[in-house]
T-cell receptor, first 114, second 109 residues
């Protein structure tokens, strides 16, 4: 199994809503990532988890709250988002952090904030 | 200076030709380099990784790395219309994957 899965595929939410994005991998990877991709732009790193601990936060606003409940799961909790947060949110995983480790992406969640 | 640079294209090649995609990077200490393919509306798909100077071949794809020139390239032989996509060059900087802006490839029949 070389797949990263993400749910939901699409999400529309208002600025006062609270929602969560979910990501799962069963490859035994110990590093997981959240990226944000705006239209016609490359993915931008948001968070890195290594062995279930947050190791990198790329100065992401607190309205985005990551969580890693176990080695296979990664969540991104959303609260009080702005319309400019509308984007494709990508989860990725790699065996571990560091050089030589390939990152594999899930299909993404397309988020629209009204 | 951008950390990873690519020509945005579009690069148009006829079916059956070789497509050549180029990428330069600024951090001399970078050790890991990747090419991702991204179809419109989809997520990036890893197609090649390269860590040592020289060429690495996988089917119709060849990645080339020249660390002295800080240059990575991807050759696609026998290009097919299904290869039409945006190709993202990515460089691993510590734990961060830094992407170029991507080159849009169009293969016409």
């Amino acid at each position: 199994d070389t797949e990263v899965t993400q749910t939901p595929k699409h999400l529309v939410m208002g600025m006062t809503n609270k929602k969560s994005l979910k990501c799962e991998q069963h490859m035994g990877h110990r590093a997981m990532y959240w990226y944000k991709q705006k239209a016609k732009k490359p993915p931008e790193l948001m968070f890195v988890y290594s062995y279930e601990k947050l190791s990198i936060n790329e100065s992401v606003p607190s309205r985005f709250s990551p969580e890693c409940p176990n080695s296979s799961l990664l969540n991104l909790h959303l609260h009080a988002l702005q319309p400019e947060d509308s984007a494709l949110y990508l989860c990725a995983s790699s065996q571990v952090r560091g050089p030589g480790n390939e990152q594999f992406f899930g299909p993404g969640t397309r988020l629209t904030v009204l | 200076q951008k950390e990873v640079e690519q020509n945005s294209g579009p690069l148009s090649v006829p079916e059956g030709a070789i497509a050549s995609l180029n990428c330069t990077y600024s951090d001399r200490g970078s050790q890991s380099f990747f090419w991702y393919r991204q179809y419109s509306g989809k997520s990036p798909e890893l197609i090649m990784s390269i860590y040592s100077n020289g060429d690495k071949e996988d089917g119709r794809f060849t990645a080339q790395l020249n660390k002295a020139s800080q240059y990575v390239s991807l050759l696609i032989r026998d290009s097919q219309p299904s290869d039409s996509a945006t190709y993202l060059c990515a460089v691993l900087n510590t734990d961060k994957l830094i992407f170029g802006t991507g080159t849009r490839l169009q293969v016409f029949p």
